[in-house]
């Protein structure tokens, strides 16, 4: 299993951009689609965007058009672009790997603390 740390969050005015940076203790070309969550206090975790094992990348309903999800194999980490902020982004966000299927990433490994995006107006 893999161990991801989360940085990069903040507080930002809505329509403010942020960059998140995900760090894998180890080797992400081996961990399946690659994904970024959020997760509000209250409400189930959300899959934002996902960069699938052939390259193609997906995104939430919410973030389409705003937000922008890369990766580095050779650094093992995990990238998301956030711009034209809004305060329904405001959330933890969260990396993970994992399975995959019709819509729903399935984590494989241990979830990592975090980083807190608040989005004011």
């Known amino acids: 299993q893999v161990q991801f740390v989360e940085s990069g969050g903040g507080l930002v005015q809505v329509g403010g951009s942020l960059r998140l940076s995900c760090t894998a203790s180890?080797?992400?070309?081996?961990?399946?689609?690659l994904g970024w969550y959020r997760q509000v206090v209250g409400r189930p975790r959300e899959l934002v965007a996902v960069?699938?094992?052939?390259?193609?990348?997906k995104y939430g309903d919410p973030v389409l058009g705003r937000f922008t999800m890369s990766s580095d194999a050779a650094k093992s980490a995990m990238y998301l672009q956030m711009n034209d902020l809004k305060i329904e982004d405001t959330a933890v966000y969260l990396c993970?790997?994992?399975?995959?299927?019709?819509?729903?990433?399935?984590?494989?490994?241990?979830w990592g603390q975090g980083t807190q995006v608040t989005v004011s107006s």
């Open positions: 993970n790997g994992g399975f995959f299927s019709k819509g729903t990433l399935y984590p494989k490994n241990p």
């Open positions: 180890g080797s992400i070309s081996t961990i399946g689609a």
């Open positions: 960069i699938l094992e052939n390259g193609d990348t």
